[in-house]
């Protein structure tokens, strides 16, 4: 079984900084992409950032020059550096990967799509 399990949310105030974690545990041959959202309530899920097992990254307009997205193969890790935050950035943000949990997965292009429970990152002074 896969698990995603993020960490660092919390409590920061405008402009400020804080970093999320999303790390991947279990049966993994390869990840293939892994990507952040976020949810604010009332409004729906957006894609906020995106990284490929090369390291092509992808932002949305509203996060880029503010948000960085990185991963660390040898830990199965992405993180997610938020800068200058604003209060538009409060949501939930939750972590999702397409992986191969083993080489015939890889090599049959079958891969598994996982979700993290997800982190609250809350933007207020």
């Known amino acids: 079984q896969v698990q995603l399990v993020e960490s660092g949310g919390g409590l920061v105030q405008p402009g400020g900084s804080l970093r999320l974690s999303c790390a991947a545990s279990?049966?993994?041959?390869?990840?293939?992409?892994t990507d952040w959202y976020r949810q604010a309530p009332g409004t729906q899920r957006e894609l906020v950032a995106a990284?490929?097992?090369?390291?092509?990254?992808n932002y949305a307009d509203s996060v880029r020059g503010r948000f960085t997205i990185s991963r660390d193969n040898t830990k199965n890790t992405v993180y997610l550096q938020m800068n200058s935050l604003k209060p538009e950035d409060t949501a939930v943000y939750s972590c999702?990967?397409?992986?191969?949990?083993?080489?015939?997965?890889?090599?049959?292009?079958?891969?598994?799509?996982?979700w993290g429970q997800g982190t609250l990152v809350t933007v207020s002074s």
């Open positions: 279990g049966r993994i041959f390869s990840i293939y992409t």
């Open positions: 999702h990967a397409r992986l191969f949990p083993s080489y015939a997965d890889y090599e049959n292009d079958r891969y598994l799509e996982v």
């Open positions: 990284v490929t097992s090369s390291g092509r990254t």
